[in-house]
C-alpha cells in the first residue's frame, strides 16, 4: 500500500483529469462533535454524502481521518479501499450517490478541525480551518477548487453551544443534553471555503440593510474574551465595507449572512469562509493596543470581505492563480480602508511594511512570478507569500494607475457577472479589462505577473547636470513604469513638497528632465513596485530631517528605501540605525513606527558588524528606554516604545532595574502595564539570567489565561542554561501534545537572546531530523519546525551539505531549506560589508 504521505500530495495533473470526468451536484456533511468536552476522545463520526455524475468508472474521493467503516456506491455496500488520504471508488454510473462513514480527528495544530480547551473556565471550542487542502480532515471530498457543490451541514453538538456554518441553520432538533442543527445548503463554493464552528463561544448581533437586502451580522469569540471584543467597531467597519464593496462590485453580497468569529491558535490572520469569517484571537486585544493595530484588524476585515467576491464567488481553477483572489484581496484591503473607513492611512502602512515583506520574497532563489507553478499541494501551501499577497497587490495598484480605476471596477464587475460561482484563470480576468479600458494588457501581464524579481530604480547625474533614471530588474529585464517622482526643498528646516513630476519608463535608462532638490524622491506615490535608492544628497537630507516629512505615505517610502538599502548592505547598518534613533522619536504614525523599530532590532541582530555588536544593543536599549520616557503619556508611541524596550532588554542587562520597577508598578506615567507587556517584561529578565523558574509559575499563576500559558511556555524555555535549552529542543522535536501555539513558544525560548553558545551544539542534528519532521508531521507543524530551529551558523557550510546530499527531498522542504540558506547568507555578507 502506498503511505497516506505520499498520496495526500495531491498533483495539477491528477485532480485537473479528476474534473475532466466528474462533475459534482451535492455534498451532505453529518458531524457528531457532542464527544468533544471528552479529552480521551480523539475523534469524531463524519459521514458524507455525494452525488456527482461521472464519465468515468472509477475515481477517488479525498479523507485523512482515523478511519473509515463504510463506503456504499448507489446504495450498495462496497469493500474500503483506504490508505489514509485517498478513498478508492468504482463501478460508477453517469449519475452516483456515495455514502462514506469514517472517524475524523480533532486538530492540535489548527489543520482540520480545531480543538481547545479555555484554561479559564474549561470550555470546549472547535473551529475549523482547511485552506489549501484541509477539508478533507473533516469530511470526505474532492479536495480541489475547481469542484464545486451545494453543502448542506448537519451537526450533532453538546446542548448550550454556538453551532454555525456558512448558512444559517434550517432546522434544529434539541435533545437531552445536545442539538443537532441542520444548514440550510449553500450555493456551489468549493471544499477549501466551507467552515464550522461550535462552542460556548460569546455572540454579538448586528444588521446591515441595503435596499430590499438585509444581511444579519455576527461577532463571536470565546466567552473568557468576551470583555476584551471590540464589537462595535468590528461592525461598524464590517457595515462600511459592505456599502463600499456592494458599490464598488454592483454585485450583491450573495452568501445570506455574515459572521465574524475570532478563535484561538489559529495558524492565520484570517480566512474567507463565506458566511462565516475566522480571525486570529490576535485581533482581540487583551490589554493596551496601538490604532495601528486596529487599522491592521480593519484592513483584514476588509481583505476578507472583497474574498466574498474574488475567491468565493469567482474562484481560481487551481493553485497557479491563487494570486486571481490574494493580491486582489491585498490591494482591496488597502484601499476600501483608505477610502471607506477612518484608517485613512492605509497605503502608508502598505508601502512600509507589506511590500517589505513581497520585496524580501522576491529577491529569494526561491522566488516567482505572481501567476505560479504550482505543481502540487505542498507547493500552494508555501506559496500563501509575499508575492501572492503583497506583490500582487502592488502590481495590481499598478494596473490601476494604467487603466484607470473607473476602468478596473466595471472589469471587476464584468468579470463577476461572467464568471459568478464558477472558476477561472488569469486570461479570463484580462480578458474583461481590455473589454473595457482598450488596452492590450497581454505585454504588461507578460511583463509584471508572468516574470519574478524586483526592479532597483536609482537617479544618476552626469557631470554636466543631466540625469538619467536607471532601472536594474535582473534576468526579468526592464519593465515598464509608472511613476512619480517627488522635489522636496528645505524650507525654515522642513522638507517641503514642490512638485512631483509623473512619467512612464520601459528601458534600463530614461534621460530625465529635473531640477535641483534636496530630496529626490522616486516613486512618490507609490505607484509602482520597484526597490528606490536615494542619491547622496536626498540620503543626507533625510538623514537630518526625514521626520519634518508632513505627508506618511512619503515618510514611509523613506524608511522603506532606507531598509532595502540596509539588507542589500548599501547602507552601512550602524548609519540606518542613526537615521533611526534621530527620527523615531518623532514618528507619529505609530504603524509606521511600529515597523522601523521591528527594523532597527533586525539590524542590530543581523546585520551589525560582529564586533560592534555588543555596543550597539546596549545603544539601541538605551535609545528605546529615552524614548519611553519621552512619549507622549498614554499614546500609541508610548505603547511601541514599551515593547520595543522590553525586546531589547532580552539581550542586555543594563536595563533590569528600569524593567523591574515596571513590573512592580513604577512605569513612566501613563502606560498601561497590562498582561501582554509584563510578560514581555518578564521573559526579557528570564532571557538574560535575571528571572527565576518561580516567578515566571507566579506570573502564570496572576495570568491563567490560554495567552498566559503560552507565555509561560515561552519564558521558561528562554532561560539561559544549556539543560533548559536543551530540553526545549527536545520538546519542539518530540512532544506531539504541543499545540502549534505552544510548539511556537517553545522555539522562541530555544532561540531567545541569540545564545549561540547555548544552542550551537544542535546544528548537526537539526539537519538530521528535518527529512523524518516533513515526513511525519503536518505541514504546518513540520514548517515551523524546519524553519523556526534552522541554525543561525557562521557559514553556509552545514546546509549546503544537506541541500547536495538532499536533492530527491520534497520540493516544498528543499525550498524552506533553500530560502532559509539565502537569508543566512544575506546577513553574513551584510556583516561582512560594514565599513571598520
Not at 148 to 163: E, L, M, Q, R
Not at 444 to 453: D, K, N, P, Q
Request: some cysteine.
Amino acid at each position: 500500500m502506498t503511505s497516506a504521505n505520499a498520496t495526500a500530495n495531491l498533483s495539477r495533473e491528477e485532480t485537473a483529469a479528476r474534473a475532466a470526468h466528474i462533475t459534482v451536484r451535492a455534498i451532505r456533511v453529518e458531524l457528531d462533535l457532542t464527544g468533544a468536552p471528552q479529552r480521551a476522545r480523539t475523534g469524531f463520526p463524519s459521514v458524507t454524502t455525494l452525488e456527482f455524475d461521472a464519465s468515468a468508472s472509477e475515481t477517488w474521493i479525498d479523507f485523512i481521518g482515523e478511519s473509515v467503516s463504510r463506503v456504499e456506491v448507489n446504495g450498495e455496500e462496497r469493500e474500503v479501499r483506504y490508505d489514509g488520504a485517498r478513498i478508492l471508488i468504482d463501478g460508477l454510473r453517469a449519475q452516483n450517490l456515495v455514502r462514506i462513514e469514517g472517524i475524523a480527528a480533532y486538530s492540535r495544530s489548527g489543520e482540520g478541525m480545531h480543538r481547545f480547551l479555555d484554561p479559564v473556565d474549561g470550555e470546549t471550542y472547535l473551529y475549523t480551518q482547511y485552506e489549501p487542502a484541509d477539508a478533507r480532515r473533516v469530511m470526505a471530498c474532492f479536495e480541489q477548487p475547481d469542484m464545486k457543490a451545494s453543502y448542506t451541514f448537519d451537526i450533532t453538538a453538546p446542548a448550550g453551544w454556538h453551532v454555525l456554518s456558512n448558512q444559517s441553520p434550517a432546522r434544529v432538533h434539541e435533545g437531552i443534553g445536545m442539538q443537532r442543527v441542520e444548514f440550510a445548503p449553500t450555493l456551489p463554493i468549493s471544499s477549501y471555503i466551507t467552515a464550522v464552528a461550535a462552542g460556548p463561544y460569546a455572540r454579538i448581533d448586528g444588521e446591515w440593510s441595503r435596499g430590499e437586502q438585509h444581511i444579519d451580522l455576527g461577532v463571536l469569540c470565546r466567552a473568557s474574551l468576551a470583555e476584551h471584543l471590540e464589537a462595535d467597531e468590528i461592525l461598524e467597519v464590517t457595515r462600511q465595507g459592505l456599502d463600499f464593496f456592494s458599490d464598488a462590485f454592483a454585485y450583491a453580497y450573495p452568501w445570506g449572512k455574515y459572521d465574524q468569529i475570532f478563535v484561538p491558535e489559529y495558524n492565520l490572520g484570517a480566512m474567507e469562509n463565506p458566511g462565516l469569517v475566522t480571525f486570529t484571537e490576535a485581533y482581540i486585544h487583551r490589554g493596551a493596543a496601538t490604532d495601528a493595530q486596529r487599522g491592521g484588524r480593519a484592513n483584514t476585515i476588509l481583505h476578507e470581505m472583497a474574498h466574498m467576491w474574488f475567491g468565493d464567488l469567482v474562484t481560481m481553477r487551481w493553485w497557479d492563480d491563487l494570486w486571481l483572489k490574494e493580491s486582489f484581496a491585498d490591494y482591496m484591503g488597502s484601499h476600501a480602508s483608505a477610502a471607506a473607513t477612518r484608517f485613512t492611512d492605509a497605503w502608508a502602512r502598505f508601502a512600509n511594511s507589506r511590500k517589505a515583506w513581497a520585496y524580501r520574497q522576491d529577491q529569494l532563489p526561491t522566488t516567482h512570478p505572481i501567476v505560479a507553478d504550482i505543481p502540487d499541494l505542498e507547493a500552494a501551501k508555501l506559496n500563501f507569500d509575499g508575492i501572492t499577497y503583497a506583490k500582487g497587490a502592488a502590481v495590481l495598484k499598478q494596473l490601476v494607475a494604467f487603466v484607470g480605476e473607473d476602468a478596473f471596477f466595471e472589469g471587476a464587475r464584468r468579470y463577476f457577472a461572467a464568471h459568478a460561482f464558477g472558476n477561472t484563470t488569469l486570461g479570463d480576468l484580462l480578458d474583461k479589462l481590455e473589454e473595457v479600458s482598450g488596452h492590450d494588457l497581454r505585454a504588461w501581464s507578460s511583463a509584471w505577473l508572468e516574470t519574478s524579481g524586483v526592479a532597483t530604480l536609482w537617479l544618476e547625474t552626469d557631470a554636466d547636470g543631466r540625469r538619467v533614471l536607471r532601472q536594474d530588474a535582473g534576468a526579468a529585464g526592464a519593465r515598464p513604469h509608472r511613476l512619480r517622482i517627488g522635489l522636496y526643498d528645505l524650507r525654515e528646516g522642513r522638507l517641503v513638497l514642490r512638485e512631483r513630476v509623473e512619467l512612464s519608463i520601459e528601458r534600463d535608462s530614461t534621460e530625465v528632465d529635473l531640477a535641483d532638490a534636496d530630496l529626490m524622491l522616486l516613486n512618490d506615490d507609490d505607484l509602482t513596485y520597484a526597490k528606490v535608492r536615494l542619491d547622496e544628497r536626498s540620503l543626507a537630507t533625510v538623514a537630518d530631517s526625514l521626520s519634518t516629512l508632513e505627508d506618511d505615505l512619503v515618510r514611509g517610502l523613506v524608511w522603506s528605501s532606507l531598509w532595502n538599502a540596509t539588507r542589500d548592505g548599501e547602507l552601512p547598518a550602524e548609519r540606518y540605525l542613526d537615521i533611526v534613533r534621530r527620527h523615531a522619536p518623532a514618528e507619529s504614525n505609530v504603524a509606521l513606527l511600529a515597523a522601523v523599530l521591528a527594523n532597527g532590532a533586525f539590524a542590530v541582530r543581523h546585520y551589525v558588524a560582529d564586533e560592534a555588536r555588543d555596543g550597539q544593543s546596549r545603544a539601541w536599549a538605551d535609545s528605546t528606554w529615552a524614548a519611553l520616557q519621552s512619549a507622549d503619556a498614554g499614546s500609541d508611541a508610548q505603547l511601541a516604545w514599551a515593547r520595543a524596550f522590553a525586546a531589547a532588554s532580552g539581550f542586555v542587562t543594563s536595563h533590569h532595574d528600569a524593567v523591574r520597577s515596571i513590573l512592580e508598578g513604577d512605569a513612566p506615567r501613563g502606560l498601561p502595564v497590562d498582561a501582554d507587556l509584563r510578560w514581555l517584561m518578564l521573559t526579557a529578565l528570564a532571557t538574560t539570567g535575571a528571572a527565576a523558574v518561580d516567578q515566571i509559575i507566579a506570573e502564570h499563576t496572576r495570568d491563567d489565561t490560554a495567552s498566559g500559558r503560552t507565555a509561560e511556555i515561552r519564558a521558561l524555555a528562554s532561560l539561559p542554561d544549556a539543560g533548559t535549552r536543551a530540553a526545549a529542543w527536545d520538546a519542539a522535536w518530540n512532544d506531539l501534545s504541543l499545540s502549534n501555539d505552544h510548539l511556537d513558544a517553545t522555539i522562541g525560548g530555544f532561540r531567545a537572546g541569540g545564545r549561540r553558545d547555548l544552542i550551537s551544539g544542535f546544528d548537526e542534528e537539526y539537519f538530521t531530523r528535518i527529512r523524518e519532521a516533513w515526513s511525519t508531521r503536518s505541514i504546518e507543524l513540520a514548517q515551523r519546525l524546519v524553519v523556526g530551529l534552522f541554525p543561525a551558523t557562521a557559514d553556509t557550510a552545514l546546509v549546503d551539505a544537506w541541500l547536495e546530499g538532499n536533492a530527491d527531498a520534497p520540493g516544498a522542504l528543499r525550498r524552506l531549506i533553500i530560502e532559509s540558506r539565502d537569508d543566512l547568507a544575506r546577513e553574513l555578507r551584510v556583516r561582512a560589508a560594514q565599513p571598520a
